[in-house]
């Protein structure tokens, strides 16, 4: 069973920085890593993914604040979120996709709340 725990979530004003990590009990090097987030009452939704080769992608509310990056010899990944806004306030969900079955696997979630 693999398992991804995401850490990093906090408090931040306006226009601050968070780091989120997620860190996997296998080796990540075959998984496609993707970070989502979800808002009560709302479906999750993805804010950026990275392949294996590294590609990545970013959903349009995020792109150019956001930066994933992923260390593939620490089994970790990350989402470097710069200028926050209070609407990027959610539970962020760390997402692992296996290249070969294509399983898929979640961590628990940490909360950001971007307020004054």
């Known amino acids: 069973q693999v398992q991804l725990v995401e850490s990093g979530g906090g408090l931040v004003q306006p226009g601050g920085s968070l780091r989120l990590s997620c860190t996997t009990s296998?080796?990540?090097?075959?998984?496609?890593i993707g970070w989502y987030r979800q808002t009560p009452g709302k479906q999750r939704e993805l804010v950026a993914r990275?392949?294996?080769?590294?590609?990545?992608n970013y959903a349009n509310s995020v792109q150019g604040r956001f930066t994933v990056s992923r260390d593939n010899p620490k089994n970790t990944a990350y989402l470097q979120m710069d200028s926050l806004k209070p609407e990027d306030t959610a539970v962020y969900y760390c997402?692992?996709?296996?290249?070969?079955?294509?399983?898929?696997?979640w961590g628990q979630g940490t909360q950001v709340t971007v307020s004054s």
């Open positions: 997402n692992a996709i296996f290249t070969g079955t294509q399983s898929g696997y």
């Open positions: 296998v080796s990540i090097n075959w998984y496609t």
């Open positions: 990275i392949s294996i080769g590294g590609s990545t």
